[in-house]
């Protein structure tokens, strides 16, 4: 079986994530942090942090945002930035650590034709689609499939935030020397 990546467009950053409802935390450092607590996507995948004034640049080029949370407040926040779970879990101790949506294939070898991308001789899908879990689990995915099979194999993996690809090879086999 082959895979065909789909062609992704171009999204609104700003727009994803006002159209989505957050929980609020204060960390130890002080800052609001916004963690995602829509049931369709992973809790990690949209977490926000609010800006220091002494950040320069801002994120989102200093826009202002809009955030509705769960208790129908809205949280405003200029030149917030997009974070991640392992920036939370360090302030927070909120650990969201395993709970990315990301959807992951593992094949033999890549093919292009002109834009079209093709994983040839898939190896590994993950079905029925995403699935949520560590983000970097893809990695481990395709390691063990490149030790199995015991040849470099191809990785793609896909986010909310967008998707990335790599060869994988297998881990060396250690040789003894005789003495």
């Known amino acids: 079986m082959d895979y065909v990546v789909p062609h992704q467009g171009m999204v609104s950053a700003a727009a994803m994530a006002e159209e989505r409802t957050y929980r609020k935390v204060v960390g130890k450092t002080g800052r609001t942090w916004l963690v995602s607590t829509d049931s369709m996507e992973g809790e990690a995948d949209h977490i926000y942090v609010e800006g220091s004034p002494k950040d320069y640049p801002r994120g989102f080029g200093g826009d202002t945002l809009k955030f509705r949370l769960v208790d129908g ?20 101790d909120i650990d969201v650590r395993d709970k990315h949506r990301t959807f992951v294939v593992v094949g033999e070898r890549w093919e292009f034709e002109g834009v079209t991308r093709t ?61």
Request: proline share 7%; net charge positive.
């Open 73 to 92: 407040s809205v949280k405003v926040l200029t030149g917030p930035w997009q974070s991640n779970s392992e920036a939370l879990f360090a302030d927070t």
């Open 119 to 179: 994983i040839k001789n898939v190896l590994y899908i993950d079905r029925p689609g995403s699935v949520i879990g560590r983000f970097d689990r893809g990695d481990e995915i395709a390691q063990n499939v490149a030790d199995r099979c015991q040849r470099p194999v191809v990785l793609y993996s896909r986010s909310s935030g967008g998707s990335s690809s790599k060869t994988v090879n297998p881990t060396p086999k250690e040789t003894s020397t005789p003495v």
